[in-house]
């Protein structure tokens, strides 16, 4: 499958907070650098908070990874009888662990119900986790409330999987992208926040006259999109995308992963892009994690998962992916299940 790159309208302005990245020609993921000076308040004076944190950031290696997480489990009690007593157990997610860089694209890839979903909105705290450890820059994602988890969500944030469904149908497009700056307190009055949801749109290629309009106007793919620029409202570091393009034709799923590889190489994104579509994951992630029955039974690198894979249950994947000449024969690998 190639996805050629769509035309995108002149790009505005918008203001990046942390690292600036840069593009690297023979690295399709951007190299982050974390500048020596400057504040992430530009034009405001910098209070003693805003100076520990700005140290603090500069303090860490770049070697250390900007997403950790260490024996996540998130289980769902199964209830039965007249008094709803747990009579057992749904392990959603079990025993995952895996490292994110700063830049870098994960690909979780796995069949329908294997936990693909429940791990993305576990590490953003959307649901209660059983056991393990999510700790972004450091800090404890799980430990973290009030102010301290308000400051996690301007730079950990999510793209659902269903466009239609994670947009409120009774705001217009303007309130609903514009929410987030309103909620973290970062416009001053009403005229900006309208810049600043137009500038959003036309980065992610809607027109801005789309403010003033209703979710139910638009199509699939130009909802995405919204959902997009939701999501790049508080200029966030990590991005969980919810099998983005899997509601999508082929033709808007390109668009769909051009803007965001764009949108990456400019503001130094970190993704964990979930799908069940590998075609989809071979184009967009350098690293792949394979994920069954809750549990990652694979994680490599692309070329080694993709040439020289080890486990059954991906080889079976791979097999299952369309050959686009009907003259190739693929022999089809079909798992059974069992043992891990």
Not at 18 to 32: C, I, K, Q, W
Not at 158 to 166: C, E, T, V
Not at 220 to 239: D, S, Y
């Amino acid at each position: 499958m190639l996805y050629q790159l769509s035309y995108l309208p002149a790009r505005p302005t918008i203001g990046r907070r942390g690292p600036t990245a840069e593009r690297n020609d023979t690295n399709p993921a951007p190299r982050v650098n974390w500048p020596g000076s400057g504040s992430r308040y530009d034009g405001q004076t910098m209070t003693n908070a805003t100076k520990s944190e700005r140290a603090e950031s500069l303090a860490r290696s770049p070697d250390r990874p900007l997403l950790s997480v260490r024996d996540l489990r998130t289980h769902f009690p199964v209830r039965s009888g007249i008094l709803q007593r747990i009579t057992g157990w749904v392990k959603a997610v079990d025993g995952v662990s895996f490292d994110l860089s700063r830049g870098e694209t994960l690909g979780l890839v796995g069949e329908s119900g294997c936990g693909k979903t429940t791990v993305g909105r576990t590490i953003l705290k959307l649901i209660p986790h059983t056991s393990g450890t999510v700790e972004f820059e450091g800090k404890n994602v799980f430990t973290a409330h009030g102010a301290a988890l308000k400051a996690l969500r301007r730079d950990m944030q999510i793209i659902f999987q269903d466009p239609a469904g994670s947009l409120n149908p009774r705001m217009r497009v303007g309130a609903i992208v514009g929410e987030p700056l309103v909620v973290h307190g970062l416009v001053k009055s009403r005229d900006e926040l309208r810049q600043k949801t137009g500038e959003l749109l036309v980065r992610c290629g809607m027109p801005k006259a789309a403010a003033d309009r209703y979710p139910h106007e638009f199509s699939g793919g130009q909802r995405q999109r919204i959902g997009i620029a939701r999501a790049l409202a508080l200029e966030p570091k990590f991005i969980v995308c919810d099998e983005p393009t899997s509601a999508l034709d082929v033709s808007i799923q390109a668009q769909i992963i051009n803007l965001l590889t764009d949108l990456q190489s400019e503001f130094g994104l970190s993704y964990l892009f979930i799908s069940h579509d590998m075609a989809v994951i071979q184009h967009v992630c350098r690293n792949i994690a394979v994920m069954y029955q809750g549990k990652i039974v694979e994680h490599g690198e692309r070329e080694q998962i993709l040439e020289r894979p080890q486990h059954r249950y991906t080889r079976s994947l791979l097999s299952a992916v369309p050959e686009p000449d009907p003259r190739t024969q693929k022999r089809r690998v079909i798992f059974e299940g069992g043992a891990m």
